[in-house]
């Protein structure tokens, strides 16, 4: 079993960066998939980004791609998501997510088994 939490949320304005770590604990995110995903009020959870369990490969939504980054390290058991260029649609509760469930896609929340309670990202205009 895996315990993910979250950090690193907060206000920010328009324009300005944050990074948000995923801490695990319980076992080894080796051979997982860590993904990011954010849910807007009033809106369905949808996906940002993910992060192969291998690292090299890296796929991100279309309204994310070019301002986000997603890394992992996998010594320290962690995973992180930098965002730059900041805007207000970007305001969610960004949850970080791992799973192996490889016959779903990426951006598919079945493919992850684990879930973190989420930290809140608000972008003021």
């Known amino acids: 079993q895996v315990q993910l939490v979250e950090s690193g949320g907060g206000l920010v304005q328009a324009g300005g960066s944050l990074r948000l770590s995923c801490a695990a604990s319980?076992?080894?995110?080796?051979?997982?998939?860590m993904g990011w995903f954010r849910q807007a009020p009033g809106r369905e959870r949808e996906f940002v980004a993910i992060?192969?369990?291998?690292?090299?490969?890296?796929t991100y939504s279309d309204s994310v791609k070019g301002r986000f980054t997603i890394s992992r390290d996998n010594a320290k058991n962690t995973v992180a998501l930098q965002m730059n260029s900041l805007k207000p649609e970007d305001t969610a509760i960004y949850y970080c997510?791992?799973?192996?469930?490889?016959?779903?896609?990426?951006?598919?929340?079945?493919?992850?088994?684990?879930w973190g309670q989420g930290t809140q990202v608000t972008v003021s205009s």
């Open positions: 997510a791992g799973g192996v469930q490889r016959t779903f896609s990426s951006a598919d929340q079945r493919r992850y088994g684990y």
């Open positions: 319980g076992r080894t995110l080796n051979g997982l998939d």
């Open positions: 992060i192969k369990w291998y690292g090299d490969s890296t």
